[in-house]
């Protein structure tokens, strides 16, 4: 059963940039769509960025020219860059792939704390 495991959170001041990374140990095929999600307390679980097979890219609007996704096919990893950050970006972020099979894996989340 392959596994999703996210790294690069942690406490950043306002305006200050995190890298998050999402790395694939075990065997996925047909990847589709490579997902980051947030929750935050008390708060539905919301898309922030995808990006396709194709590397077509789509944000959600409060995250655009601001948070950046990527992968790295070779090295089984995604990330999201995230620049600019604000209070309002504090939540448990979590990657997500999802497969032709419809298939979907999810990590177990990185905390993003902005806050001064």
């Known amino acids: 059963q392959a596994q999703l495991v996210e790294s690069g959170g942690g406490l950043v001041q306002p305006g200050g940039s995190l890298r998050l990374s999402c790395a694939a140990f075990?065997?996925?095929?047909?990847?589709?769509?490579m997902n980051w999600y947030r929750q935050a307390p008390g708060k539905q679980r919301e898309l922030v960025a995808g990006i396709s097979s194709g590397g077509t890219t789509n944000y959600a609007d409060s995250v655009k020219g601001r948070f950046t996704i990527s992968r790295d096919d070779a090295k089984n990893t995604m990330y999201l860059q995230m620049n600019s950050l604000k209070p309002e970006d504090t939540a448990a972020y979590y990657c997500?792939?999802?497969?032709?099979?419809?298939?979907?894996?999810w990590g177990q989340g990185t905390q993003v704390t902005v806050s001064s």
């Open positions: 075990g065997s996925i095929l047909s990847i589709k769509l």
């Open positions: 997500n792939i999802i497969t032709s099979y419809d298939d979907t894996y």
